[in-house]
């Protein structure tokens, strides 16, 4: 087996790049390696406490927006929900669902039971992890609504429970 041992490369033609058994390395970096990268992070946040009776979907006020700097990238989001189901009697259901502008494209449902007896209440944190294909360049918002499986007896989901922080992640990763 050869071995040449060397301090520096330096490139041949300063605008090619040196190639080292297939993978290009110029101006420090290496550009030849397709895919998973991390592009960009884009974080939003929320801490206003909703509380939603509606059995139909309403916007939670978490979201975050991101424009995709290629048509192949990936957008990986990483959610954090604090959540709170509550009704005067019997089970109760809450439901999450992700939304890419107006597509959803994920949902997760909390469901608490307490047959039929007093008041059903929990509390737990909601935690989505969703890789999406948005194949676009325009700038796109990624949302969370949520429901109440039943209003009556004062059937209620929260979202930001007592204020705390919710995060939503948005990672662009090269595809």
Do not use: C
Request: no cysteine; aromatic share 4%.
């Amino acid at each position: 087996m050869s071995q040449v041992n060397v301090d520096t490369i330096n490139e041949y033609n300063s605008a090619a790049g040196v190639t080292i058994d297939g993978l290009l390395i110029k101006d420090g970096a290496i550009p030849s390696i397709a895919g998973g990268k991390v592009l960009q992070v884009v974080t939003g946040t929320d801490t206003t406490e909703q509380i939603i009776t509606s059995t139909s979907f309403v916007d939670s006020g978490l979201s975050a927006s991101i424009t995709p700097s290629a048509t192949s990238s990936k957008i990986l989001i990483l959610i954090q929900h604090n959540f709170e189901i509550y009704r005067g009697s019997v089970d109760q259901t809450g439901k999450i669902q992700l939304l890419r502008d107006t597509t959803v494209i994920s949902d997760i449902t909390a469901n608490i039971g307490a047959g039929n007896a007093g008041y059903v209440f929990n509390t737990q944190t909601i935690s989505m992890k969703v890789l999406d294909t948005p194949s676009t360049t325009s700038a796109i918002t990624y949302k969370t609504q949520a429901l109440v499986g039943n209003s009556a007896n004062s059937g209620q989901v929260k979202t930001a429970d007592d204020s705390n922080l919710e995060t939503m992640v948005l990672m662009e990763i090269a595809g």
